[in-house]
C-alpha cells in the first residue's frame, strides 16, 4: 500500500521539486500537494496520511497554528517542518508541540526520506545548519522569524510583568495604553507556549533575554 504523504508549501516551485525528488526517489509513495491552507486543511480533515510536511508560513498562514488547529487528524500522522529558518527558539517549540522533525529546505532527499521512513516513535529530529546562510526560501519569507521572535516593546512588557507591575503600570511606564499591554501579553503567551509568570521567569533566564 502507498504511504500518503500530503505537502503544504506555497513556494510554487519548491512543492513541485520536493514532490518529484519524493516520487523519484521515495518508496512508492503518494504524494499530495497543496499551495493552499485552506485546501490542505479541508483534504486532511477528511483523509488520514501517513506523513505532513509543512512550511512555518503558508499564503500568511501560521503553520504552528495550521498543525495544531488539526490536532485530532493528525494524531497518527508523522509531522515534519521543512523550512528556510533554523532559529532555536522555533525548532523548540516544534519539538514542544510534539511534532517529529524540523528540516530545512537544503535538506537531501536521502535525509528527507530516512525521516519519512523512520518510525514515529523516533525522538525528535533537526540537521540544523551550523554556519549562517541566506537563501532565495529564507528572503522570500524573512518575516516568518519576526512573527515568532520576541520583539523590543514585548521584552519591556516582560520585564514589567517579572517585577510584579500590573499592566496598568507597565503601560504607564512605557507611554502605551493598556488595552495595547495587555495585547502584547497575549501574543508572548501564545509565542512562548506559557501561562503563568513563573514560566516568564524560566524562560527569560534560560534565554538570557536582557543580557
Same mark, same amino acid.
Do not use: W
Given at each position: 500500500?502507498?504511504?500518503?504523504?500530503?505537502?503544504?508549501?506555497?513556494? @510554487?516551485?519548491?512543492?513541485?521539486?520536493?514532490?518529484?525528488?519524493?516520487?523519484?526517489?521515495?518508496?512508492?509513495?503518494?504524494?499530495?500537494?497543496?499551495?493552499?491552507?485552506?485546501?490542505?486543511?479541508?483534504?486532511?480533515?477528511?483523509?488520514?496520511?501517513?506523513?505532513?510536511?509543512?512550511?512555518?508560513?503558508?499564503?500568511?498562514?501560521?503553520?504552528?497554528?495550521?498543525?495544531?488547529?488539526?490536532?485530532?487528524?493528525?494524531?497518527?500522522?508523522? @509531522?515534519?517542518?521543512?523550512?528556510?529558518?533554523?532559529?532555536?527558539?522555533?525548532?523548540?517549540?516544534?519539538?514542544?508541540?510534539?511534532?517529529?522533525?524540523?528540516?530545512?529546505?537544503?535538506?537531501?532527499?536521502?535525509?528527507?526520506?530516512?525521516?519519512?521512513?523512520?518510525?514515529?516513535?523516533?525522538?525528535?529530529?533537526?540537521?540544523?545548519?551550523?554556519?549562517?546562510?541566506?537563501?532565495?526560501?529564507?528572503?522570500?519569507?524573512?518575516?516568518?522569524?519576526?512573527?515568532?521572535?520576541?520583539?523590543?516593546?514585548?521584552?519591556?512588557?516582560?520585564?514589567?510583568?517579572?517585577?510584579?507591575?500590573?499592566?496598568?503600570?507597565?503601560?504607564?511606564?512605557?507611554? @502605551?495604553?493598556?488595552?495595547?499591554?495587555?495585547?502584547?501579553?497575549?501574543?508572548?503567551?501564545?509565542?512562548?507556549?506559557?501561562?503563568?509568570?513563573?514560566?516568564?521567569?524560566?524562560?527569560?533566564?534560560?534565554?538570557?533575554?536582557?543580557?
Amino acid at each position: 500500500m502507498k504511504k500518503e504523504i500530503v505537502i503544504c508549501d506555497d513556494h @510554487i516551485l519548491f512543492l513541485s521539486g520536493i514532490s518529484e525528488i519524493l516520487k523519484k526517489f521515495g518508496n512508492n509513495y503518494n504524494v499530495i500537494t497543496f499551495n493552499d491552507s485552506n485546501a490542505c486543511k479541508k483534504h486532511l480533515q477528511e483523509h488520514n496520511v501517513a506523513v505532513f510536511i509543512c512550511d512555518l508560513n503558508i499564503d500568511n498562514c501560521d503553520g504552528f497554528a495550521l498543525i495544531k488547529e488539526l490536532k485530532e487528524e493528525l494524531k497518527t500522522t508523522k @509531522i515534519i517542518i521543512l523550512t528556510a529558518y533554523f532559529e532555536d527558539f522555533l525548532i523548540e517549540k516544534a519539538r514542544k508541540l510534539g511534532f517529529h522533525a524540523f528540516m530545512r529546505k537544503e535538506s537531501t532527499a536521502k535525509e528527507l526520506i530516512s525521516v519519512i521512513e523512520s518510525d514515529i516513535t523516533t525522538p525528535f529530529f533537526t540537521n540544523k545548519r551550523t554556519s549562517n546562510f541566506d537563501t532565495f526560501y529564507k528572503n522570500k519569507d524573512k518575516n516568518v522569524v519576526q512573527k515568532f521572535r520576541i520583539s523590543k516593546q514585548e521584552k519591556e512588557i516582560i520585564r514589567g510583568i517579572i517585577k510584579g507591575q500590573t499592566s496598568k503600570e507597565i503601560a504607564q511606564n512605557l507611554f @502605551i495604553s493598556k488595552t495595547t499591554v495587555d495585547t502584547h501579553r497575549k501574543n508572548i503567551n501564545k509565542k512562548l507556549e506559557i501561562n503563568n509568570v513563573s514560566s516568564l521567569i524560566k524562560f527569560a533566564n534560560e534565554s538570557n533575554l536582557f543580557s
